[in-house]
């Protein structure tokens, strides 16, 4: 299985960005739908934003138009832009793979997470 290895993470005021990366291992990125998650405090685990092999894009209504996800298969890296951050996107963020893009659930491996905190 792929491995997966998060960063990028940290403290960030209200209406700041931070931009997460995920390298994953192996030499078959490139074929593999991917995506982020989050678990906050006391919270299930959420999907955010997935993108498949060819390109397209999910995302969660809640951060829509303020994260966008992005992959450079030649790094075999996926990326999530995070703008405008507010506080309730205080988690610990994971990425996965083998994510299906209809539902944003996903059925391959995680990563061990970072931790992304927005301050008010």
């Known amino acids: 299985q792929v491995q997966l290895v998060e960063s990028g993470g940290g403290l960030v005021q209200t209406g700041g960005s931070l931009r997460l990366s995920c390298a994953a291992s192996?030499?078959?990125?490139?074929?593999?739908?991917m995506g982020w998650f989050r678990q906050a405090p006391g919270k299930e685990r959420e999907s955010v934003a997935g993108?498949?092999?060819?390109?397209?894009?999910t995302y969660a209504d809640s951060v829509k138009g303020r994260f966008t996800i992005y992959r450079e298969n030649a790094k075999n890296t996926v990326y999530l832009q995070m703008d405008i951050l507010k506080p309730e996107d205080t988690a610990v963020y994971y990425c996965?793979?083998?994510?299906?893009?209809?539902?944003?659930?996903?059925?391959?491996?995680w990563g061990q997470g970072t931790q992304v905190t927005v301050s008010s």
């Open positions: 996965a793979s083998g994510v299906n893009i209809e539902t944003l659930q996903a059925s391959g491996s």
């Open positions: 993108i498949s092999w060819s390109g397209r894009r």
């Open positions: 192996g030499r078959t990125f490139s074929t593999y739908n």
